[in-house]
């Protein structure tokens, strides 16, 4: 349980903000690209600056950007958005492995954990979830309060709604266009905050390509959920329990190949993906379903 947090935080920031996006009826594959951007720019930042406030606020408005580049393309000019989300991953790849290359390998004090008193004294689960740092203890509070927001507020109903049916929503009185691009900009600061806990919180370092495609777990995650924060949280800590679980593996020198190691965390969830998945299918809001047929 100890080695499942840490490297979950980062997934669970990605899927919460992808998860947010597909409430509005989009996907977006650019969240790898925004958990890079969040993970270098925060870092660089934090170095030059000297502040891990600003880092981290820069890590989710360089996310951020990123998707609004999604957002124009796919909303005024009608491209594909699963094309144009891959591309933006790329994109985001190459400008961080640039911008960050004279960053490689620097350390940094980063976020330290922070030990929550008779919490943290709980036995097995107390260290596991309560000597965390910040980033970690806003990722508890905010996946509860996402579901509140999302059944029980006027936005968060406006939101789903735009998911449902545009047409339906804009009868209504709203303006979907306007909510999207709400929603995958809101998404994309929590990519690039989840990549922020990557750099600062979870590694102190940045290296070219950090988040191995958690950003692409995170949309997986997001299926896995049933487009539920609640059930969010329960899939970013078994990714993460798996990353605990390869490196324990090859810490102990277990006869398997690494490479077998190295994909394990994502056999796990695509294994456990497969058992959902009608279940998933049933869930999924309807915007979505008309995307995913466009694109087969």
């Known amino acids: 349980m100890t080695g499942a947090v840490g490297p979950g935080i980062s997934v669970l920031y990605a899927t919460y903000g992808e998860l947010i996006t597909e409430r509005a009826g989009r996907i977006n594959l650019g969240t790898e690209g925004s958990m890079l951007m969040g993970a270098c720019f925060g870092f660089i930042i934090t170095v030059e600056a000297s502040s891990i406030a600003v880092g981290v606020l820069v890590a989710m408005l360089a996310g951020a950007g990123l998707s609004l580049v999604l957002a124009y393309l796919v909303i005024y000019r009608d491209t594909n958005q699963l094309a144009t989300g891959f591309a933006l991953t790329l994109f985001g790849a190459g400008i961080t492995a640039y911008a960050g290359r004279g960053y490689v390998d620097s350390t940094i004090e980063g976020l330290n954990p922070i030990s929550i008193p008779l919490l943290s ?14 980033l970690a203890y806003i990722a508890y509070v905010l996946g509860p309060l996402l579901f509140l927001g999302l059944h029980y507020t ?15 929503a804009f009868a209504a009185g709203r303006n979907p266009r306007v ?81 077998i190691l190295d994909m394990l965390p994502y056999l796990i969830i695509l294994f456990v993906m ?8 049933r869930a999924m809001p309807e915007g979505l379903k008309g995307v995913l047929k466009a694109t087969t």
Do not use: C
């Open 154 to 168: 006027r936005t968060g109903l406006s939101l789903k709604a735009v998911g449902e049916s545009i047409d339906v």
């Open 179 to 259: 909510i999207q691009i709400a929603a995958i900009a809101a998404g994309g600061a929590l990519a690039g905050l989840g990549g922020a806990q990557l750099s600062l919180g979870l590694t102190h370092t940045w290296s070219e390509g950090m988040t191995v495609g958690r950003g692409f777990v995170a949309v997986g995650l997001v299926i896995f959920a049933m487009w539920s924060p609640l059930r969010a949280m329960v899939g970013a800590f078994l990714f993460g329990g798996a990353i605990g679980l390869q490196l324990q593996l090859q810490t102990v020198g277990a006869p398997i190949s690494p490479f």
């Open 121 to 134: 004294e709980i036995p097995k689960l107390g260290q596991a979830l309560f000597q965390q740092d910040i």
């Open 274 to 281: 497969a058992l959902w998945s009608r279940a998933s299918a």
